[in-house]
Nanobody, 123 residues
Framework: QVQLVESGGGLVQAGGSLRLSCAASGLTFSTYAMGWFRQAPGKEREFLAAIRWGRGTTYYEDSIKGRFTISREDAKNTVYLQMNSLKPEDTAVYYC????????????????WGQGTQVTVSS
């Protein structure tokens, strides 16, 4: 059974930082692309970043480029999202996902999802 478990969310002031983690089990982690998405209240789920298997090629959505960094540690079956210079508009539930395709930037391209972790940025 595949499980993705996010952690690291919380309440932070604008301009602050958080690092989200997503621990995977039940799949051969090193052969999957991993992605981060977020969903704010009343909005659709939004793609943020993806990291490929192997060399770890990364891809970012323009709105978070330069502020967020995705990375992976295959030895720990974990993917990370370092978020800096956070803004109130970054407030959302953040999800990690695993998929077999590259480059995948839509929800339907991913096969497995975590339950999400809440990030709230206060002004």
């Amino acid at each position: 059974q595949v499980q993705l478990v996010e952690s690291g969310g919380g309440l932070v002031q604008a301009g602050g930082s958080l690092r989200l983690s997503c621990a995977a089990s039940g799949l051969t982690f090193s052969t999957y692309a991993m992605g981060w998405f977020r969903q704010a209240p009343g909005k659709e789920r939004e793609f943020l970043a993806a990291i490929r298997w192997g060399r770890g090629t990364t891809y970012y959505e323009d709105s978070i480029k330069g502020r967020f960094t995705i990375s992976r540690e295959d030895a720990k079956n974990t993917v990370y999202l370092q978020m800096n210079s956070l803004k109130p508009e970054d407030t959302a539930v953040y999800y990690c996902a695993a998929g077999a395709r590259w480059l995948a930037t839509t929800s339907r391209d991913y096969d497995y999802w975590g339950q999400g972790t809440q990030v709230t940025v206060s002004s």
